[in-house]
């Protein structure tokens, strides 16, 4: 597997933690963004197959690097990796057509599950727990 993967976490020790086993298993992961603005420039400059996006961020949340990364690429695959209240997220991401979310506590091994086989019927609808 060589899909590219944007990181966009701002807890810096888990998008550390994370990108070290993505990149174990063989993805490319292509950087590391804090917030949803540096998502967006890296998502420009790099186009990657997948973005792992965090919801609450400082300065610039998840839904607004969400929100931009779709007008860039409507059809950019966007995998929501959030600890937060589930029915409020799927409301906020409803017309953002994203169908995949990773509940916290998430695990590695759930992660790369998705990005492995984005085609797979998650549980719940789309909610990954």
């Given at each position: 597997?060589?899909?590219?993967i944007?990181?966009?976490?701002?807890?810096?020790?888990?998008?550390?933690?994370?990108?070290?086993?993505?990149?174990?298993?063989?993805?490319?992961?292509?950087?590391?963004?804090?917030?949803?603005?540096?998502?967006?420039?890296?998502?420009?400059?790099?186009?990657?197959?997948?973005?792992?996006?965090?919801?609450?961020?400082?300065?610039?949340?998840?839904?607004?690097?969400?929100?931009?990364?779709?007008?860039?690429n409507?059809?950019?695959?966007?995998?929501?990796?959030?600890?937060?209240?589930?029915?409020?997220?799927?409301?906020?991401?409803?017309p953002?057509?994203?169908?995949?979310?990773?509940?916290?506590?998430?695990?590695l091994?759930?992660?790369?599950?998705?990005?492995?086989?984005?085609?797979?019927?998650?549980?719940?609808?789309?909610?990954?727990?």
């Amino acid at each position: 597997m060589n899909e590219s993967i944007l990181v966009v976490e701002d807890n810096i020790d888990l998008a550390e933690c994370v990108c070290e086993y993505l990149t174990i298993k063989k993805f490319n992961v292509i950087g590391t963004a804090h917030n949803g603005l540096e998502a967006i420039e890296l998502y420009k400059k790099h186009e990657p197959d997948f973005v792992l996006m965090d919801i609450l961020m400082p300065e610039y949340d998840g839904y607004y690097g969400i929100k931009h990364i779709k007008k860039i690429n409507s059809y950019a695959k966007i995998v929501i990796l959030t600890g937060c209240d589930i029915k409020e997220v799927q409301e906020k991401i409803k017309p953002l057509n994203l169908p995949i979310l990773v509940k916290d506590p998430h695990s590695l091994k759930q992660i790369e599950k998705v990005l492995r086989n984005t085609n797979t019927v998650i549980k719940k609808n789309g909610i990954l727990t």
